[in-house]
């Protein structure tokens, strides 16, 4: 697709710091994006969406921003409280503050994490695989469902919450999602990844404990491949669950996150 990706689509840029997002529209401008819109919240965006932007083919927002993070976009998009199609192709820029959310933005079925700052070749190479590599969305209850915590830019400022937090979650023994969200405050909770890109698998007959376990450096993990023991971030978030079956969207979304945090650079799978 080349220097010419973008061409005819439609760009939100969601970040409240100015020159970040000057530095993006500068590169997207590189792939001859022609539409480009900003926006410097999540608030500010939804109105957009609403109003004069009509279509948006791509959105790129940053985590953390004040007023609404981005997951409360993200959540917002999904759940088809946005004027753009709930499987609109979304990117979440993020910083290595911010790993104890992840997690929540793959459960939340984000398309690609951009570790910032961002280069051109690295905004290309993303916005080629989502546009390439379209997701399927869950349906909306299944998001609904998931409680985002506030992730604000600017002190003293919560975002508003985005929905209720779910009525009733699982044991956080049972649900891999509960589990990856134990760090959070109690009223946090999050379902577990359902989605066809992303699905976990029934334990096999005995358990793991009688398969045949090794470690694999990411770069090298096949697709369709099982993990035999948790993936835990740095910060001791749970971020998949053993059983998982390693699909090839999740493995590149996992690769995103390869710079971000070392407890994904090496996964330990069923052989």
């Given at each position: 697709m080349g220097?010419?990706?973008?061409?005819?689509?439609?760009?939100?840029?969601?970040?409240?710091?100015?020159?970040?997002?000057s530095l993006i529209v500068m590169m997207l401008r590189k792939l001859q994006a022609l539409k480009i819109h900003e926006a410097r919240n999540g608030v500010d965006a939804l109105k957009q969406t609403t109003g004069k932007i009509g279509g948006v083919d791509i959105v790129l927002a940053d985590l953390n921003m004040p007023k609404m993070n981005g997951l409360e976009l993200l959540k917002a998009v999904r759940t088809g409280q946005a004027c753009v199609d709930r499987a609109v192709p979304f990117a979440i820029l993020t910083g290595h503050s911010d790993t104890e959310y992840v997690s929540i933005a793959m459960y939340l079925d984000v398309d690609c994490f951009m570790i910032k700052p961002v280069t051109v070749e690295v905004l290309q190479d993303r916005l080629q695989r989502i546009l390439t590599e379209r997701q399927a969305v869950q349906d909306i209850d299944c998001y609904r469902m998931i409680s985002v915590p506030a992730v604000s830019g600017a002190a003293g400022e919560r975002?508003?919450?985005?929905?209720?937090?779910?009525?009733?979650?699982?044991?956080?023994?049972?649900?891999?999602?509960?589990?990856?969200?134990?760090?959070?405050p109690a009223s946090h909770s999050t379902p577990s990844l359902t989605s066809a890109t992303a699905r976990p698998s029934a334990p096999s007959p005995g358990g793991v404990a009688a398969a045949k376990v090794?470690?694999?450096?990411?770069?090298?993990?096949?697709?369709?491949?099982?993990?035999?023991?948790?993936?835990?971030?740095?910060?001791?978030?749970?971020?998949?669950?053993?059983?998982?079956?390693?699909?090839?969207s999740l493995l590149n979304r996992l690769r995103d996150l390869a710079d971000l945090d070392p407890g994904v650079r090496t996964l330990w799978l069923r052989s």
């Open positions: 220097a010419g990706l973008l061409w005819g689509l439609s760009v939100l840029i969601v970040d409240d710091d100015d020159f970040t997002r975002p508003p919450a985005a929905a209720a937090p779910a009525k009733a979650t699982a044991a956080p023994g049972r649900d891999p999602a509960a589990r990856a969200a134990a760090p959070l090794v470690g694999c450096p990411l770069a090298k993990v096949p697709a369709e491949a099982v993990l035999a023991r948790d993936v835990v971030l740095a910060n001791g978030v749970t971020l998949l669950k053993a059983g998982q079956v390693l699909k090839p």
